[in-house]
Each structure stands twice: as C-alpha cells, then as structure tokens.
C-alpha cells in the first residue's frame, strides 16, 4: 500500500517519458519487489529523493559541490523510510540549502536516474533510485552545510562547464524544453 504513491507516480511519467522506459522499467521493478524500498538499511539500494531547484527566473539551478561524491550535484538525499518521495526531495532542499521558502513547480517526477554509490567507510557499493522534482525559489541566500563543500545557483546554460554527468545535462535540456 506505502508503495501505491511512487508506483502511480511512475506511471504518469512513463506517459510522458516513454523513451525512458528502461530505467522506468528497472525503478518500478526494484520498488515491487522491495517493500523496504524506502530505507537505507537496504544493501543493495534504496530509493532517494531529490530537487531540481531553479530560481524564480527558472534560467538558474542550485546546485551542490557534493563532500562525499566530490561533484556538482542536484540537492536530494535519503526517503529514511519515508515513502512521499515528493515530500523527501522537499525536506532535504531545504535541509541542504537552509532556505525555507521553496515550492514545487509540479507535483510529478521531473527526472528518474538509477547510480551506483561507490564503496566508503565501510558502507558497501549499493543503488540510489533518485527520484527528482522540479521545485523553485528565490535565488538568494543559502547556507552551506556539513554534507557540501559549497552551493551556487549556475545559469542552466553554463552547467556543462560544472559537470558532463548525462542525468544532470538530461534535466537542463528538460527546464529549456519546459519554457
């Protein structure tokens, strides 16, 4: 039943995605076959939620210089159980920009992207299946936590100079093809 929310939410995308039907495919298959798939006690992958979050002029994302991965990254982190993913991509923009104000721009999976978190501390090699929302706020101040080397909003047309990672240059031609 906790699953019936993110299932539902992968068909409306598949609708609107359909040349992403592999890793569609392979996402809803993990979260049927996982009734745990919401916590990060599960070895071999969980699912996590995360936020595209634009300014209000929607040209700009924020974006984190991530301290474990040492990359730019959108912001997003672990569902801890929770299964409202669209609810975790908001709670950890928040978190990680400590900027309160920030709303959705839809309520539907913006962006879907399986990876494989390496090996650290211990912690084995496993799956993120990040589920990703398109949110907004006011370009302005944030606050660099501990889990980030930094934070900047980047103009969507400079981002290839900050990562060539496919996912996030999948997401920048989604916000050009939304204007």
Not at 52 to 64: E, G, H, I, N, P
Not at 90 to 105: C, N
Not at 143 to 158: K, P, Q, Y
Request: hydrophobic share 35%; with cysteine.
């Amino acid at each position: 039943m906790h699953r019936n929310q993110i299932l539902g939410l992968f068909d409306q995308y598949k609708i609107r995605f359909p040349e992403e039907s592999e890793v569609i495919g392979r996402i809803t298959n993990f979260v049927e076959s996982y009734p745990n798939c919401f916590s990060r006690e599960l070895p071999n992958g969980h699912i996590t939620g995360s936020a595209w979050l634009l300014d209000a002029t929607l040209t700009k994302v924020l974006l984190t210089h991530h301290k474990k991965l040492n990359i730019w990254i959108q912001l997003g982190g672990h569902a801890d159980g929770d299964c409202d993913i669209a609810q975790v991509a908001l709670r950890e923009s928040q978190e990680e920009s400590g900027i309160e104000d920030i709303s959705f721009l839809s309520s539907e999976i913006f962006d879907i992207d399986i990876h494989l978190i390496p090996e650290r501390s211990g912690e084995p090699a496993h799956f993120h299946y990040d589920c990703r929302f398109l949110l907004r706020a006011n370009e302005g101040a944030y606050v660099v936590g501990e889990e980030s080397h930094d934070l900047s909003w980047i103009a969507l047309t400079d981002l290839p100079r900050f990562t060539q990672e496919d996912s996030m240059l999948r997401m920048m031609k989604k916000s050009f093809s939304r204007s």
